[in-house]
């Protein structure tokens, strides 16, 4: 079975800085693109970034060009999403998604309050 386990969320101040780790399991890691993906209290699910299998091709939406940073381990089978300089609009509840599109299978998600 397809398992995606999201950590490293917690609280921080406004422009500090946080790593998102994402372990992959039940697939063949390095063949599949991956993607975060976030849900704000009150709103709807948002792609934030994505990645190719290879790393190469890399996606970000406007509201975290510039500050999110997407990466992957695919000797390690882990995902991972860099969060810097962050805003109080970007408390939510994060996951990893084993998809493009972020409409994948998805984990159970880490907390991200920045207050």
């Known amino acids: 079975d397809v398992q995606l386990v999201e950590s490293g969320g917690g609280l921080v101040q406004p422009g500090g800085s946080l790593r998102l780790s994402c372990a992959a399991s039940?697939?063949?890691?390095?063949?599949?693109?991956m993607s975060w993906v976030r849900q704000g209290p009150g709103k709807p699910l948002e792609r934030v970034a994505a990645?190719?299998?290879?790393?190469?091709?890399?996606y970000y939406a406007d509201s975290v060009k510039g500050r999110f940073t997407i990466s992957r381990d695919n000797g390690k089978n882990t995902l991972y999403l860099q969060l810097n300089s962050l805003k109080s609009e970007d408390t939510a509840t994060y996951y990893c998604?084993?998809?493009?599109?972020?409409?994948?299978?998805r984990g159970q998600g880490t907390q991200v309050t920045v207050s």
């Open positions: 039940g697939f063949i890691f390095s063949d599949a693109a």
């Open positions: 990645i190719n299998s290879g790393g190469i091709m890399q």
């Open positions: 998604s084993r998809s493009w599109l972020g409409n994948g299978v």
